[in-house]
T-cell receptor
Framework: GAVVSQHPSRVICKSGTSVKIECRSL??????MFWYRQFPKQSLMLMAT?????????EQGVEKDKFLINHASLTLSTLTVTSAHPEDSSFYIC???????????FGEGSRLTVL | GIQVEQSPPDLILQEGANSTLRCNFS?????LQWFHQNPWGQLINLFY???GTKQNGRLSATTVATERYSLLYISSSQTTDSGVYFC???????????FGEGTQLTVNP
């Protein structure tokens, strides 16, 4: 299957700082990637759809100025949590569509803790 | 948007038992995937099964698209099967997945 990698896997930051999370498709090109968020004991909720070379599409209720998404190449999408606050603490997971298939593959996830 | 319901929400088994997890969805789908989320949070792809039946070792899955449900079968369960099992669907091929609430499976030795 296709491999999607995220970095960092864990990050702890102070309130008010910005954090960048990277999502890479290692062995295939991904024109579209998706960013999800998961709170403890809950399901995954889609935050935004990241399209290579164009602006991301955000789900209702997700602040685009707070969660900056950049998809500058066919193998890399980044999520930047700006001016992070404790309520932004969560598990962030990216996914990418495998080439020539409708199947989505997920990264390992990034656990953000904002103090 | 599409609704995805999974049942049961929690399931406790003794090692060696069999189980069936169900996923109901409210609209036609072009993609349906089953995942196992391990204790570290990673989603492991189990099946890509918008229709039909597939088997992989002790696991198998069946999707009856016309009746809008999918089943995941786990046979001879092991403690390492513990975790959360998610069903996720998409109404258009290649589009975002909508997740169910998951089934928390605990397999006791």
């Amino acid at each position: 299957g296709a491999v999607v990698s995220q970095h960092p896997s864990r990050v702890i930051c102070k309130s008010g700082t910005s954090v960048k999370i990277e999502c890479r498709s290692l062995d295939f090109q991904a024109t579209t990637m998706f960013w999800y968020r998961q709170f403890p004991k809950q399901s995954l909720m889609l935050m935004a759809t990241s399209n290579e070379g164009s602006k991301a599409t955000y789900e209702q209720g997700v602040e685009k100025d707070k969660f900056l998404i950049n998809h500058a190449s066919l193998t890399l999408s980044t999520l930047t949590v700006t001016s992070a606050h404790p309520e932004d603490s969560s598990f962030y997971i990216c996914s990418a569509l495998g080439q020539n298939t409708g199947e989505l593959f997920f990264g390992e996830g990034s656990r953000l803790t904002v103090l | 948007g599409i609704q995805v319901e999974q049942s049961p929400p929690d399931l406790i088994l003794q090692e060696g038992a069999n189980s069936t997890l169900r996923c109901n969805f409210s609209d036609s789908v072009n993609n349906l995937q089953w995942f196992h989320q391990n204790p570290w949070g990673q989603l492991i792809n189990l099946f890509y099964i918008p229709s039909g039946t597939k088997q992989n070792g002790r696991l198998s899955a069946t999707t009856v698209a016309t009746e809008r449900y999918s089943l995941l079968y786990i046979s001879s369960s092991q403690t390492t099967d513990s975790g959360v099992y998610f069903c996720a669907v998409a109404t258009t091929s290649g589009s975002r997945l909508t997740f169910g609430e998951g089934t928390q499976l605990t397999v006791n030795p």
